[in-house]
């Protein structure tokens, strides 16, 4: 028979070293938690999530070596490397990693020009768009924390992972980034980090902006001293130094009917047209042109898009229209269960397996 890795050390524990429950609380000195809810054997998948976003879950690991490329390993839940660490994360609202149905990039969310507040469609769209561009890139995609008046959600207790599983995406918890064990290495969370965002494409007016950032390797064999005075030896030394790079580019509408969708096609491309950005650990993705007029931009697209030669998507139209279709969500509130917080959360806020699609929801 196999035997175990890591063999349990019988005993007596108290009560805090091994928490069981619904609603756990794990200490400093607890060193097992066994996740339930209120009906046993149940929830088998939303016990795994409680377990991971507490740090519990050991993860499993690649079985092959090698730099993480084409047929290498470097694979595992946590340690990966190579073309395999590749994390995709929301950026834009005022917390990192954070979608927020109250206030959100630079103004509020009742702001004329955004109206996203409580406003169900336009979190559907950035989901959906996020995810998209995840499996476009291959890359996992973070689940960001959902900010609503009444506090701080997680999105599996709002969105059914069975429908994200079954389109191929890889994803991490919450509070993946903040496990040591995912980290770049000890000190380094990500090695490299590149960000984009999409201004709002309303009639490609005064903000039709695109943005990107990505850092680059100056291999120009910079020479350093390392003066005494300073606490150094008085030797030199040269080296590889890294900048940051920032571009933009602003979108002209003059005579051009489809300039919203050549412009979302040229800010889809970016992500792998650009080898830094492509190749980055960490990609931060402001998806800013999402507002509550654009979504109805959309929804009504998507629409036509079902009528023969009604309306042609964009490239990458068409790819989150894919996603848009197929996201499942748990029922309740349209955006997020107001009873079920983060300091609340439980395996029984799950609904993996039993999600609606969007048009359980209407517009």
């Known amino acids: 028979p196999p035997s175990m890795k890591f063999p349990p050390v019988y005993g007596t524990y108290n009560t805090n070293e091994v928490q069981a429950g619904e609603y756990l ?58 073309n395999r660490r590749r994390y995709l994360w929301m950026d834009g609202h005022d917390t990192p990693n954070a979608y927020n149905t109250v206030q959100n990039f630079e103004w509020d969310a ?68 903040r496990n040591r064990k995912s980290w770049h290495s000890e000190t380094i969370s990500f090695q490299s980090v590149a960000r984009t965002a999409l201004a709002p494409l309303k009639d490609v007016d005064k903000e039709g902006t695109m943005y990107v950032q990505y850092p680059t390797n100056n291999n120009s064999n910079i020479t350093t001293t390392h003066h005494p005075l300073n606490g150094g030896d008085g030797d030199s030394s040269k080296g590889t130094t890294t900048t940051t790079i920032t571009e933009a580019w602003k979108f002209n509408n003059i005579n051009d009917t489809r ?12 992500h792998t047209a ?38 042609t998507p964009s490239v990458a139209e068409k790819e989150i229209f894919e996603v848009y279709e197929r ?5 309740g509130d349209k955006i997020v269960k107001k009873n079920d917080l983060v300091g609340r959360g439980s395996a029984e806020g799950s609904c993996h397996g039993r999600g609606h699609t969007y048009i359980s929801f209407g517009p």
């Open 327 to 331: 996201l499942k969500w748990c029922a």
């Open 259 to 270: 300039a919203e969708e050549r412009a979302l096609d040229a800010w889809w491309a970016l």
């Open 274 to 311: 650009i080898p830094e950005v492509d190749s980055s650990e960490l990609l931060l993705v402001n998806p800013h042109f999402i507002s509550a007029s654009y979504t109805r931009k959309l929804r009504s697209k998507l629409e036509r898009s079902r009528k023969i030669n009604n309306y």
């Open 110 to 177: 009742m702001n004329s020009e955004s109206l996203i507040v409580n406003h169900a469609e336009s979190f559907r769209w950035t989901m959906a768009t996020l995810l998209a561009l995840a499996k476009r890139c291959g890359r996992i995609f973070q689940m960001p924390m959902v900010m609503s008046e009444e506090g701080v959600h997680y999105l599996w207790t709002v969105l059914d992972f069975e429908s994200v599983d079954e389109m191929g995406i890889d994803y991490r918890e919450t509070n993946f980034p």
């Open 25 to 82: 609380q794990p200490a400093r000195s607890t060193v097992a938690v066994h996740p339930l809810c209120r009906r046993p054997l149940k929830k088998p998948w939303g016990k795994k999530m409680v377990a991971k976003e507490l740090g519990a879950w050991f993860g499993f690991t690649s079985r092959r070596g090698g730099s993480g490329g084409a047929g290498g390993g470097g694979g595992g839940y946590y340690a990966r490397s190579g």
